[in-house]
């Protein structure tokens, strides 16, 4: 399977920080990635699509980029809400699908 | 409104069968580029996705846990099931199923969970 491997695995931030989380692929898998937020006993919700689509509703300070093997979440002002686990996932279309391992935004 | 609900038994013991169900509303399975998919989270860990079902029957498998899984879908009751044998304490987990309406989507609607406990 393809590994995603995801860091920082924890990040300690203020509210107004912009913060960045990573996430490697071990082979290339174009912008097929997804990112998503779960906050404690909720499911996740999906945020980012094709590595850099925003889904409709989520806030503008939610940006995806990166293609092949490197990509990246910005929150380019994080809001109290925005205090939540965020997986990286890549959907490439015939093989099984994976996810990160997880990053932990928690308040600093 | 699209929404996923999963059902299924809260206690099953080790090495038993658990099979699980997702009954889903507001789309269909037929639509060409649709997929659901199940996805578990073990308490305190990360999200794992185990299978999914594509709109043609197209069939795909976790491959740490393919020999143990089985994946189906009856499109006529909107619903997925997941079959798991030979359960362990270590499949204690809860567990999703999603949505992805086209190839180029993420998992855009997730039904709520259920929580499975293996023990004896």
């Known amino acids: 399977d393809i590994q995603m491997t995801q860091s920082p695995s924890t990040l300690s931030a203020s509210v107004g920080d912009r913060v960045t989380i990573t996430c490697r692929a071990s082979?290339?898998?174009?912008?097929?990635v997804a990112w998503y937020q779960q906050r404690p006993g909720i499911a996740p919700q999906l945020l980012i699509y094709?590595?850099?689509s925003l889904k409709s509703g989520v806030p503008s300070r939610f940006s995806g980029s990166g293609s092949g093997t490197e990509f990246t979440l910005t929150i380019s002002s994080l809001q109290p809400d925005d205090f939540a686990t965020y997986y990286c996932?890549?959907?490439?279309?015939?093989?099984?699908?994976?996810f990160g391992q997880g990053t932990k935004v928690e308040i600093k | 409104q699209v929404t996923l609900k999963e059902s299924g038994p809260a206690l099953v013991k080790p090495t038993q069968t658990l099979t699980l169900t997702c009954t889903f509303s507001?789309?269909?399975?037929?639509?060409?580029?649709?997929?659901v998919s199940w996805i578990r989270q073990p308490p305190g860990k990360a999200l794992e996705w185990l299978a999914r079902?594509?709109?043609?029957?197209?069939?795909f498998y976790s491959t740490s846990l393919k020999t143990r899984l089985s994946i189906s879908k009856d499109t006529s009751k909107n619903q997925v099931a997941l079959t798991l044998t030979n359960v362990d304490p270590a499949d204690t987990a809860t567990y999703y199923c999603?949505?992805?309406?086209?190839?180029?989507?993420?998992?855009?609607?997730w039904g709520q969970g259920t929580t499975v406990t293996v023990s004896s």
């Open positions: 999603a949505r992805k309406p086209s190839a180029q989507d993420g998992m855009d609607v």
């Open positions: 507001g789309f269909s399975l037929s639509t060409i580029g649709m997929r």
């Open positions: 079902i594509d709109w043609d029957d197209d069939k």
């Open positions: 082979q290339s898998i174009s912008t097929w």
């Open positions: 094709g590595a850099s």
């Open positions: 996932q890549q959907y490439l279309t015939d093989s099984p699908w994976t």
